[in-house]
């Protein structure tokens, strides 16, 4: 039985990814991108890693291509340097991530309460639905990672081993004797790699049998996405290398061995997102519909939030998934 989670939270935009704030840092993603692209080969993704499918052109974000898997509508860069370049590109941006030099460092005590604390209460419930008591962990990320030291004083793991996503793929099965994980976590690490399948694989290795993941990704599928598109300025590489529909991840996972326990869209920044763009271009084309909900009252907005959660409709996902044995 797969279960879906709601949250009745509500979390202002400008407490965790403000977009006015997400300018500057995306401008440096952006051109890091775009060098790296020029500073080696390059590889056109011509099929979608989700299904094989061919890609198809849908537009650019400033002069890089996006193509989207017809089969599951998840979008893609078209085009990726080598792949040791690319694990250069998420280890720059993640020591930029975590410099003074980025929003996020004002923001570290309001993202410990709205987005590292779900997180943990997050997994903690999915420990005890599992019946899993202090398992070891496996966190996959791009290094630093804050949520290493939230992970490690929760007392809920036996061990929390962290490991850089890009060096677990390129790592043989030879190369790690390592002892099994019982539970991994993914958070939105399938968005940034150049191969997601890969990178599951490696993780399914590293599992026990019957062993969890846990994944958050933003989804294509979700309301703010589906209606600003790539208009949308929180889509960029090298964090939104990929951008997955809800149904995009669920064929992914089903497709590298997993059976999924939860998918869920607990998102609660859809509407604000939208009108933050607004805000920000009062020109931007939006339907009369679209128009009508960003102007009607707060309640009204709650609602129709707590809507696209209920459906499957938020631009947020969360699934847990087990390893078929």
């Given amino acids: 039985m797969m279960w879906s989670i709601q949250t009745s939270s509500t979390v202002p935009l400008t407490s965790v990814k403000p977009l006015a704030g997400l300018l500057g840092y995306r401008s440096y993603c952006l051109e890091v991108t775009r060098a790296a692209l020029h500073a080696s080969s390059r590889r056109r993704r011509e099929r979608s890693p989700i299904t094989g499918a061919p890609l198809e052109v849908i537009g650019e974000v400033e002069g890089l291509t996006y193509a989207r898997c017809p089969e599951s509508g998840s979008l893609f ?22 410099s003074p030099r980025t929003f996020h460092s004002d923001l570290a005590p309001l993202r410990h ?40 004083s929760s007392e809920m793991f036996a061990e929390v081993v962290t490991v850089d996503e890009m060096e677990l793929v390129a790592a043989t099965e030879q190369d790690d004797r390592s002892e099994p994980v019982q539970i991994a976590i993914l958070l939105e690490s399938l968005d940034r ?28 599928s979700g309301f703010d996405m589906a209606v600003l598109g790539l208009r949308n300025l929180y889509v960029y590489p090298p964090d939104r290398t990929n951008c997955f529909t809800l149904r995009g991840l669920s064929m992914l996972l089903e497709r590298t061995g997993f059976t999924l326990l939860e998918l869920s869209t607990p998102g609660v920044l859809d509407v604000e997102i939208v009108k933050a763009h607004l805000q920000h271009n009062p020109q931007l084309a939006l339907s009369t519909f679209e128009r009508q909900l960003l ?20 631009s947020f996902a969360r699934v847990v998934a087990k390893v078929n044995i």
């Fill in 295 to 314: 102007h009607a009252d707060p309640q009204a907005q709650k609602e129709f939030q707590a809507f696209l959660q209920r459906r499957g409709f938020s």
């Fill in 77 to 98: 860069l078209a085009e990726l340097p080598e792949t040791r370049q690319w694990a250069s590109v998420l280890r720059e941006v993640s020591r930029y991530r975590h």
């Fill in 113 to 152: 309460e709205h987005v590292y604390a779900p997180k943990l209460e997050w997994i903690q419930d999915t420990l005890r639905l599992q019946q899993l008591a202090r398992p070891r962990l496996l966190e996959v990320v791009t290094p630093p990672s804050e949520f290493t030291a939230h992970l490690a």
């Fill in 193 to 220: 790699v150049d191969d997601p399948a890969a990178l599951l694989g490696a993780v399914r290795r590293h599992l026990a049998g019957g062993g969890l993941l846990c994944v958050t990704a933003l989804v294509a």
